[in-house]
């Protein structure tokens, strides 16, 4: 029978099925850090049990770490106690910990890739919903709750019911200053927060096909944000290019092996899915958000829809508004900012920065914008230095800080003001989301860097 | 962790007829640096509950003593974005033990199943009949009937079904979990592995 590229992972991990219930679905990588964890290691110790396999599992801190003087004690007590509990776990249970300070530390899902962890065909979880990054590489990865944390450090498993099968097809020519951040707020805002709801996404055409690992990491790290529980891209040549010498990647004879194995996986050309949708390449400008879910998202040259131009309800889709201190029928272009940060799971990596670099070079950071630069590990903050593009940075006048999540959920110091708008390359824009009383805009790195230079929303084709 | 069983549930209900409520709302990050399951009730909504210096909202459910219950009746796609279980744990902690919407998230649904807060799906006329009902009486009662899949209003004898899994149903209604299950097949689960590439 023919099958998808998501069946053929998925069968390939099903331990058993229950009937009128749940697949015992096996994971092969677990990553966890320090909020999602420490209780399923409670439970662990309240049931008396081990770890099943702790080779399978990688720590990392990355939610709650400073992003300044890392050298120094974590100043909030409640964060040091979080940090201290997943080392202290790690070390009990027989688990790699990347804590803070460790040179390969950083943001979960991009030290995850960055040492061949993520490899095509497997299945891996974390208690964090931008798992689903790890898809780029062919992998089926989501985001899962603490109790499913805790299954999976006793048994390796978790019990899911398989989810229906979307692709997501977008062909043609991406213009001028498009990249993958637009693409995926433009399918979002297509599809809404919930239209991915129930499925698992696989992203096809020959944008995807084109893209670097990079683009694609950013494209199915927002899966979620359309309800998908997770989105995957069939892996190729320019996966296995990324991955090759990797720390934790198959070597020599097993590396042969897996490459050949690999090459299986792709969606058989008359396999069947329970929706399909197709966008034009060509249709997709530089993209912003104006509201308080990222399916709330526009092309920067538009105004902001009227309540009656939108799906749901006129209640919600005012107060968003209210929220956000913008009106109906806006210009987004020239809309005052304060902050801008670059940086998170979404756009923490080198390409993120190299993309930054390109529209500040030569120019200089707004006086009324303060702009958070933040690497997504400390790999990319050494590539950053290597490359050069540091010094093209602080010659705009920004400061480069620390790797961590940061100000994407504002869990350590890094929290903008009430009021205050932000530029943000991370995945959301809900309320409170970067701080009490923030309001973001989701946007890419180019666009977040048109904004830090001019001090305002600026479309960022102008600028090159 | 031991969570209450659920079988019938008569109760009042809160509405919150807002929609794509994110589990960011639910709980704010800032609140999620405890290393133990305790308290995480009275941050439930917190920027929604709570001005900046602590006071409470008065304008919001929570804090309007005219509704209470252990029923929360929210708005279309409840509890999209973050994983964080915390999320569903301040919705039981809170004392809710089901949460009624047109339509849930994925993970956030999963999360309370997990830890016995009864998701229960609906259609959308019927979500609008129980937000009328509510408002028309603040202490009408709800039935969920989980043995049965219903879920009734009780004083009109409005009465939708629900879907939930065999395996799933099971488990709340003795209170059972998933690691229960998985760690009694262990074997198989070990030599499953075994067969792996990797």
């Given at each position: 029978?023919?099958?998808?590229?998501?069946?053929?992972?998925?069968?390939?991990?099903?331990?058993?099925?229950?009937?009128?219930?749940?697949?015992?679905?096996?994971?092969?990588?677990?990553?966890?850090?320090?909020?999602?964890?420490?209780?399923?290691?409670?439970?662990?110790?309240?049931?008396?049990?081990?770890?099943?396999?702790?080779?399978?599992?990688?720590?990392?801190?990355?939610?709650?770490?400073?992003?300044?003087?890392?050298?120094?004690?974590?100043?909030?007590?409640?964060?040091?106690?979080?940090?201290?509990?997943?080392?202290?776990?790690?070390?009990?249970?027989?688990?790699?910990?990347?804590?803070?300070?460790?040179?390969?530390?950083?943001?979960?899902?991009?030290?995850?890739?960055?040492?061949?962890?993520?490899?095509?065909?497997?299945?891996?979880?974390?208690?964090?919903?931008?798992?689903?990054?790890?898809?780029?590489?062919?992998?089926?990865?989501?985001?899962?709750?603490?109790?499913?944390?805790?299954?999976?450090?006793?048994?390796?498993?978790?019990?899911?019911?398989?989810?229906?099968?979307?692709?997501?097809?977008?062909?043609?020519?991406?213009?001028?200053?498009?990249?993958?951040?637009?693409?995926?707020?433009?399918?979002?805002?297509?599809?809404?927060?919930?239209?991915?709801?129930?499925?698992?996404?696989?992203?096809?055409?020959?944008?995807?096909?084109?893209?670097?690992?990079?683009?694609?990491?950013?494209?199915?790290?927002?899966?979620?944000?359309?309800?998908?529980?997770?989105?995957?891209?069939?892996?190729?040549?320019?996966?296995?290019?990324?991955?090759?010498?990797?720390?934790?990647?198959?070597?020599?004879?097993?590396?042969?092996?897996?490459?050949?194995?690999?090459?299986?996986?792709?969606?058989?050309?008359?396999?069947?899915?329970?929706?399909?949708?197709?966008?034009?390449?060509?249709?997709?400008?530089?993209?912003?958000?104006?509201?308080?879910?990222?399916?709330?998202?526009?092309?920067?040259?538009?105004?902001?829809?009227?309540?009656?131009?939108?799906?749901?309800?006129?209640?919600?889709?005012?107060?968003?508004?209210?929220?956000?201190?913008?009106?109906?029928?806006?210009?987004?272009?020239?809309?005052?900012?304060?902050?801008?940060?670059?940086?998170?799971?979404?756009?923490?990596?080198?390409?993120?920065?190299?993309?930054?670099?390109?529209?500040?070079?030569?120019?200089?950071?707004?006086?009324?914008?303060?702009?958070?630069?933040?690497?997504?590990?400390?790999?990319?903050?050494?590539?950053?230095?290597?490359?050069g593009i540091l010094d093209i940075l602080t010659e705009a006048g920004f400061v480069l800080r620390q790797p961590g999540c940061s100000a994407c959920l504002a869990m350590n110091d890094d929290k903008v003001p009430a009021g205050k708008y932000a530029v943000s390359t991370s995945n959301r824009n809900f309320e409170g989301r970067q701080g009490p009383g923030s309001r973001t805009l989701l946007a890419s790195?180019?666009?977040?860097?048109?904004?830090?230079?001019?001090?305002?929303?600026?479309?960022?084709?102008?600028?090159? | 962790?031991?969570?209450?069983?659920?079988?019938?549930?008569?109760?009042?209900?809160?509405?919150?007829?807002?929609?794509?409520?994110?589990?960011?709302?639910?709980?704010?990050?800032?609140?999620?640096?405890?290393?133990?399951?305790?308290?995480?009730?009275?941050?439930?909504f917190r920027d929604w509950r709570y001005n900046g210096d602590d006071t409470p909202k008065a304008d919001f459910v929570l804090n309007n003593p005219t509704y209470s219950g252990k029923i929360l009746v929210g708005g279309k796609n409840f509890g999209s974005g973050s994983s964080r279980e915390h999320a569903a744990w301040a919705v039981y902690d809170y004392g809710f033990r089901a949460v009624v919407s047109?339509?849930?998230?994925?993970?956030?649904?999963?999360?309370?199943?997990?830890?016995?807060?009864?998701?229960?799906?609906?259609?959308?006329?019927?979500?609008?009949?129980?937000?009328?009902?509510?408002?028309?009486?603040?202490?009408?009662?709800?039935?969920?009937?989980?043995?049965?899949?219903?879920?009734?209003?009780?004083?009109?004898?409005?009465?939708?079904?629900?879907?939930?899994?065999?395996?799933?149903?099971?488990?709340?209604?003795?209170?059972?979990?998933?690691?229960?299950?998985?760690?009694?097949?262990?074997?198989?689960?070990?030599?499953?592995?075994?067969?792996?590439?990797?």
């Amino acid at each position: 029978m023919s099958k998808t590229l998501f069946d053929k992972v998925w069968d390939s991990h099903v331990v058993r099925k229950i009937e009128d219930g749940p697949d015992v679905f096996f994971i092969d990588r677990h990553f966890i850090h320090e909020v999602t964890s420490p209780v399923a290691f409670l439970g662990l110790k309240e049931r008396g049990v081990k770890v099943l396999y702790p080779e399978r599992t990688f720590a990392t801190a990355d939610h709650n770490t400073p992003t300044i003087n890392q050298h120094l004690p974590v100043q909030d007590a409640l964060s040091a106690n979080q940090l201290k509990a997943l080392e202290d776990n790690a070390t009990e249970y027989g688990i790699s910990h990347w804590g803070l300070g460790h040179q390969k530390n950083g943001i979960v899902h991009v030290v995850g890739p960055e040492n061949g962890i993520t490899l095509p065909g497997a299945t891996i979880v974390c208690g964090d919903s931008h798992t689903s990054t790890h898809g780029a590489f062919g992998a089926i990865a989501f985001g899962i709750g603490t109790s499913e944390v805790e299954m999976v450090l006793s048994t390796q498993c978790i019990m899911q019911p398989k989810p229906k099968k979307m692709r997501i097809n977008v062909n043609g020519q991406l213009s001028k200053g498009v990249g993958p951040k637009d693409v995926a707020l433009y399918i979002i805002a297509q599809l809404t927060t919930s239209g991915g709801t129930g499925y698992f996404v696989e992203y096809a055409g020959d944008v995807f096909e084109n893209m670097t690992m990079e683009g694609r990491m950013t494209v199915c790290n927002l899966s979620i944000e359309m309800g998908a529980r997770g989105g995957m891209i069939a892996p190729d040549q320019t996966t296995f290019d990324f991955l090759e010498g990797r720390l934790y990647a198959p070597k020599g004879e097993a590396w042969t092996k897996a490459v050949e194995y690999w090459k299986t996986l792709k969606t058989d050309p008359d396999a069947v899915f329970d929706a399909e949708l197709n966008i034009n390449a060509a249709d997709i400008e530089p993209m912003i958000t104006y509201g308080t879910n990222p399916g709330m998202g526009i092309g920067i040259s538009k105004h902001i829809p009227s309540a009656d131009q939108v799906e749901g309800g006129e209640e919600t889709y005012k107060k968003s508004l209210a929220y956000m201190g913008f009106h109906e029928d806006d210009v987004m272009i020239g809309k005052p900012i304060d902050y801008v940060f670059l940086g998170s799971c979404t756009n923490g990596r080198i390409e993120d920065f190299r993309a930054f670099a390109e529209i500040v070079k030569g120019r200089k950071k707004a006086d009324n914008v303060t702009a958070w630069l933040v690497p997504g590990s400390h790999v990319v903050e050494a590539q950053i230095k290597e490359e050069g593009i540091l010094d093209i940075l602080t010659e705009a006048g920004f400061v480069l800080r620390q790797p961590g999540c940061s100000a994407c959920l504002a869990m350590n110091d890094d929290k903008v003001p009430a009021g205050k708008y932000a530029v943000s390359t991370s995945n959301r824009n809900f309320e409170g989301r970067q701080g009490p009383g923030s309001r973001t805009l989701l946007a890419s790195p180019i666009m977040a860097a048109a904004a830090a230079v001019t001090g305002k929303l600026t479309d960022p084709r102008e600028l090159f | 962790m031991a969570y209450d069983k659920f079988n019938i549930l008569t109760s009042s209900a809160v509405p919150l007829p807002i929609e794509n409520v994110d589990t960011d709302q639910i709980i704010p990050a800032r609140f999620l640096k405890a290393t133990k399951r305790e308290g995480f009730g009275d941050n439930l909504f917190r920027d929604w509950r709570y001005n900046g210096d602590d006071t409470p909202k008065a304008d919001f459910v929570l804090n309007n003593p005219t509704y209470s219950g252990k029923i929360l009746v929210g708005g279309k796609n409840f509890g999209s974005g973050s994983s964080r279980e915390h999320a569903a744990w301040a919705v039981y902690d809170y004392g809710f033990r089901a949460v009624v919407s047109s339509f849930f998230a994925d993970i956030f649904k999963g999360n309370c199943l997990n830890i016995g807060v009864l998701p229960v799906q609906v259609s959308p006329e019927f979500a609008e009949t129980i937000f009328k009902a509510i408002e028309a009486d603040p202490k009408t009662e709800l039935e969920i009937n989980l043995p049965n899949q219903t879920i009734t209003l009780l004083a009109t004898g409005q009465q939708e079904s629900f879907a939930i899994n065999g395996y799933k149903k099971n488990n709340m209604i003795n209170g059972f979990d998933d690691i229960d299950y998985l760690q009694n097949i262990k074997g198989d689960i070990q030599a499953f592995a075994d067969k792996l590439p990797y």
